[in-house]
């Protein structure tokens, strides 16, 4: 019996959807059901083909548990070993790479030594920044938000100068960067499953959270549509995830990435629509149940960017060329 999992937490609607979904298709050998957590055993297997992560962004226990796990060969999505690195800002510089429309971004070192530091650890960085520099490239008003993280916490908005330094004064050890405002005309939001499966959903952002999700929305461009089709199957290609969101602002007709690390995206019904939830159960339960075919006992089963692939290629070239010298 080759087994599915959910690992998560305070969702009560797409886990248990989810878990009904694969069951209901009654395939045979596999099955599907909410994780469960006892001991942790260092280098022991779970008892899971497959495991999809909802959570462990949030509970360091569970990222060391899926880590431990995935040695083992459990397929995990996403990929916790991946997700622990990853961060907004390289995300930025990775999509300049290949491709794909990012706001203007700079990084910011914080604001505040961080714990058991002092000015001596931080000689290396060159004071004042060149603030001219940065204002001219970015502009006014901006967004001003962490490096890493998300939920729209320590997120700000400046509209000058000086409001920039008041924020920033208020961001304590936080790494933050400084990122231009795209003023949008069109907003998207869009699920990437498997990193096959797509779903653009208008979107807007200035609406409360559970206003979000456009209904009756307007009808869009077939041109634009595959544009983001394809900017966001490059984004998800490149740092691997199988299971993200990507929003675009578009301006000018230009589709702008602006948010594309969310690993564990919002799939509650009561936010996303009954259709979106529809179309996320469906797509979640196709994935996993594909995994669970693939997977084999006892080696790597995670997946990883097509960045990461050709970065360690390259570096196996350049090993051999060198013994073969």
Same mark, same amino acid.
């Given at each position: 019996m080759k087994k599915i999992g959910i690992l998560f937490g305070q969702e009560n609607t797409f886990p248990q959807a989810f878990i009904e979904r694969i069951n209901s298709k009654k395939i045979k050998g596999i099955k599907a059901e909410a994780v469960k957590i006892n001991v942790?055993?260092?280098?022991?297997?779970? +008892?899971?083909?497959?495991?999809?992560?909802?959570?462990?962004?949030?509970i360091p226990f569970y990222r060391a548990y899926l880590k431990?796990?995935?040695?083992?060969?459990?397929?995990?999505?996403?990929?916790?070993?991946w997700w622990s690195a990853d961060e907004k800002f390289f995300n930025n510089a990775l999509a300049t790479k290949i491709g794909v429309a990012v706001?203007?971004?700079?990084?910011?070192?914080?604001?505040?030594?961080?714990?058991d530091t002092n000015s001596d650890s931080m000689r290396?960085?060159?004071?004042?920044? $060149?603030w001219e520099y940065i204002f001219n490239y970015i502009g006014f008003p901006a967004f001003f938000k962490p490096f890493a993280g998300g939920g729209w916490k320590n997120v700000y908005n400046p509209q000058n100068q000086e409001e920039f330094f008041k924020f920033y004064n208020e961001t304590g050890t936080?790494?933050?960067?400084?990122?231009?405002?795209? $003023?949008?005309? $069109?907003?998207?939001?869009?699920?990437?499953?498997?990193?096959?499966?797509?779903?653009?959903?208008?979107?807007?952002?200035?609406?409360?959270?559970?206003?979000?999700?456009?209904?009756?929305? +307007?009808?869009? =461009?077939?041109?634009l549509l595959n544009r983001i089709k394809k900017d966001v199957l490059k984004i998800n290609n490149a740092l691997g995830y199988d299971f993200n969101t990507v929003e675009f602002a578009v301006k000018n007709g230009i589709?702008? =990435?602006?948010?594309?690390g969310n690993p564990a995206p919002d799939a509650d019904i009561n936010s996303v629509g009954q259709e979106n939830?529809?179309?996320v159960v469906e797509a979640a339960a196709n994935m996993a149940i594909r995994?669970?075919?693939?997977? +084999? +006992?006892?080696?790597?089963?995670?997946?990883?960017?097509?960045?990461?692939?050709?970065?360690?290629n390259d570096i196996k070239l350049k090993s051999n060329s060198k013994i073969n010298m």
């Amino acid at each position: 019996m080759k087994k599915i999992g959910i690992l998560f937490g305070q969702e009560n609607t797409f886990p248990q959807a989810f878990i009904e979904r694969i069951n209901s298709k009654k395939i045979k050998g596999i099955k599907a059901e909410a994780v469960k957590i006892n001991v942790v055993e260092q280098g022991k297997p779970s +008892k899971y083909n497959v495991i999809i992560d909802r959570i462990s962004q949030d509970i360091p226990f569970y990222r060391a548990y899926l880590k431990n796990a995935a040695l083992s060969g459990t397929a995990v999505i996403n990929n916790p070993f991946w997700w622990s690195a990853d961060e907004k800002f390289f995300n930025n510089a990775l999509a300049t790479k290949i491709g794909v429309a990012v706001p203007k971004t700079v990084l910011l070192p914080s604001n505040q030594h961080p714990e058991d530091t002092n000015s001596d650890s931080m000689r290396n960085l060159e004071y004042p920044l $060149d603030w001219e520099y940065i204002f001219n490239y970015i502009g006014f008003p901006a967004f001003f938000k962490p490096f890493a993280g998300g939920g729209w916490k320590n997120v700000y908005n400046p509209q000058n100068q000086e409001e920039f330094f008041k924020f920033y004064n208020e961001t304590g050890t936080l790494v933050m960067m400084l990122q231009e405002q795209i $003023d949008f005309t $069109d907003y998207f939001r869009c699920y990437c499953i498997d990193r096959r499966d797509v779903r653009i959903m208008q979107y807007d952002p200035k609406q409360p959270h559970h206003l979000r999700y456009v209904q009756n929305p +307007k009808p869009i =461009a077939k041109k634009l549509l595959n544009r983001i089709k394809k900017d966001v199957l490059k984004i998800n290609n490149a740092l691997g995830y199988d299971f993200n969101t990507v929003e675009f602002a578009v301006k000018n007709g230009i589709p702008y =990435a602006i948010d594309f690390g969310n690993p564990a995206p919002d799939a509650d019904i009561n936010s996303v629509g009954q259709e979106n939830f529809e179309w996320v159960v469906e797509a979640a339960a196709n994935m996993a149940i594909r995994r669970a075919k693939q997977h +084999k +006992k006892g080696v790597n089963n995670l997946t990883w960017g097509d960045f990461i692939n050709s970065f360690t290629n390259d570096i196996k070239l350049k090993s051999n060329s060198k013994i073969n010298m």
